[in-house]
């Protein structure tokens, strides 16, 4: 009697190969739909925080002219006050009228929040705004105070560059220009992403 060992069968190398090579096809695709999915959603979340951080920006500068509008009729009516307050608007905020812009931001430390002085942008990363945590203030919010235990880097910076509206030769300025600009980088993308918006803070005195 002859003994035959069974016969077994398997996978060659190129099948195992052609095997693999599908699988990973099959695996990478919906892995890379979702990486980019990731992505698009992350970007969109930090396009609308630069969004309102510009549009607050533009708030503070024109909660600066409306508090000089208030301190006008207190002048008129009880003899205090500025005794012209849009000259007074850009004195205040002359570092804003210069070309590298300002920095505006909320006083926390005050009773009621008040606006801390403009902070001069001569380099961009000057005006990085910091995140002041919700432990001190009840509530997180965006601040070019310095990086401390409660206040962290954010990836932001915003500048606010004003630009003064002249009328006729000899007339009184008509208003000022103010633009917000917030720049921030996504992950590890080369390119910065930036949003900017611009307003118009009319001469509502009507004073040379």
């Known amino acids: 009697m002859i003994y035959k060992p ?4 398997g996978f060659t190398l190129v099948e195992v190969l052609v095997a693999i090579t599908i699988l990973l ?3 990478a695709g919906p892995m890379q739909i979702m990486t980019r999915a990731n992505n698009s959603t992350a970007y969109s979340s930090e396009q609308v925080i630069a969004f309102f951080l510009a ?3 533009l708030e503070l500068a024109q909660k600066g002219r409306d508090d000089l509008m208030l301190a006008d009729f207190r002048r008129e009516f009880v003899g205090l006050g500025a005794p012209n307050p849009w000259a007074q608007f850009g004195t205040d905020f002359a570092t804003c009228l210069i070309a590298t812009g300002c920095g505006l931001a909320w006083n926390m430390d005050t009773t009621p929040d008040s606006i801390a002085a403009p902070l001069s942008c001569a380099t961009l990363d000057s005006c990085r705004l910091n995140v002041r945590e919700a432990g001190t203030t009840n509530r997180d919010r965006y601040t070019y105070a310095p990086v401390s235990l409660v ?3 954010s990836k932001y910076t915003r500048t606010i560059r004003m630009q003064q509206v002249t009328g006729v030769a ?3 300025d008509r ?3 103010v633009t917000a600009t917030v720049t921030w980088r996504t992950g590890s993308l080369i390119a910065g992403q930036q949003v900017e918006l611009s307003t118009y803070l009319a001469n509502v005195y009507d004073k040379p």
């Open 175 to 177: 208003g000022m220009m």
């Open 55 to 57: 549009q607050e920006g």
């Open 170 to 172: 000899g007339g009184h």
């Open 151 to 153: 206040i962290t880097p």
């Open 25 to 27: 096809l099959v695996i």
């Open 6 to 9: 069974a016969t077994t069968t």
